[in-house]
């Protein structure tokens, strides 16, 4: 496959360290010299100094023979523009990343008429991933499958739950609960666990249940399972105008504490029923005096990263807040790991594994495509959902006779919209949607859960 990306930023630069381990023909388009040599160095693409929008450019990267371009150059316009040039040059696919509100009522009327394939907006998938957390507060990180009926939810196993030194078969029997666990990790290692891998406090372990089951779970070990009752948002940027919007409509009241006095104003017109605090969002004093103390949950997302793991670190000295800290830049993710500060977002992260999924798909040739993909477990594991099209080596096939990669679990079956936790006899039939968790990297087909 071949794919060109206009933008070689932050989240062009994620796409192509996660694109170069797909067996791809890989072309990088930017205007900074310096910015495609640092990334060449590292990635084995090929790399062009130039305008996206350009057609010499384009016609230099193959544009002719491309599979797919990607634009994801800091300018909306730009991006929808190289779509435009690449679909009149070639025949490729295009994905546009958008990013301004103005063009989030018009995403629809833009895709049909410029012939977009696809169209990423990375601060409102923040804002929805954030929006879904503070309605399910007690899990670290929620990721959605089949439309929401079934979740992947992340929690910390803590002390007063009681259930440290315990197999997971021995859990699951005691709270009768139709969870799957299917990964646990500490800091020595990660398991897609069996029945008798046991459980330790401090533990990060991901279910998946549909919500009604994990919210009956997460309440019969003690967690909180309301939506918080409040927030106070920290930066008034692009996400966290979303996430007010997601919050009103919710009718959950909030503030939102923005620096910038033309900013505040511009949210105080668009979002009526907030309450906007032009301020310092990390005066000590200020956020005391705004509730952090008492308040349910507290989102941090101003544009510094470090800014953002501070006041969380902050906040958790002085509440029992519900924390959210948003995270563009730092590579540390063992460490920040290690603070313990809640729930991190990863813009760019949500964004490569969008249009991940887009390749994934496309590259699909037995008859299943990849629905849904996430990196989880800090990029150590993959969380994959299948719609399974036609007939293929497992179709029909009891799942404990099917010779299954090792470090890979069949989590879930969800069949005429109905959800099931799978046991060995269970059978995966045509038109069923597939969950799967492995720590093999690349499914693309659900001929890949299988042993060569």
Known sequence: MHIIIVGCGKVGRTLAEQLQEENIDLYLIDTVEKTINDITEDIDAMGIVGNGASINTLMEAGINTADILIAVTASDELNLLCCLIAQKTGRCHTIARVRNP????????????????????????????????????????IDPFSRGRVELLKFKVLPEFGLDGMPVSKITEKYRCDVLFCAIENKNELSIPGGDHLVHNGDFVSIIATPQNAALFFKKIGLKTHQVRNALIIGG?????????????????????????????????????????????????LLIEEGLETVESFVSLTNLDEENIFLSLFAKTVTKAKLIAKVNRLPYTDIID?????????????TADSI????RAMQNTIGSNVETLY?????????????????????GVPLSDLKLKHNLLVCCLARSGKIRIPRGQDTIQIGDNVIIVTTHKGLRDICDILEK
């Open 237 to 285: 940027g692009t996400i966290s105008y979303y996430l007010a919007k997601a919050l009103s409509d919710s009718r959950i009241p909030f503030k939102i504490i923005e620096q910038d006095s033309q900013r505040c104003e511009f949210l105080s017109e668009q979002l009526p029923s907030a309450t906007i605090i032009n301020g310092d969002g990390t005066d000590r004093s």
């Open 338 to 350: 290690d603070l313990d500060i809640g729930s991190v977002i990863y813009p760019k992260y949500i």
């Open 375 to 395: 990196h989880i477990l800090d990029n150590q594991a993959e969380a994959l959902e299948f719609a399974i099209h036609d007939y293929s080596p497992v179709v």
């Open 102 to 141: 103005v063009y989030s009522q018009e995403i629809g009327f833009i895709k049909e008429k410029l012939g977009i394939s696809m169209i990423i907006n990375p601060e409102l998938a923040a804002a929805s991933e954030i929006s879904r957390l503070l309605r399910f507060p007690a899990a670290i990180k």
């Open 356 to 359: 991940l999924r887009y390749v």
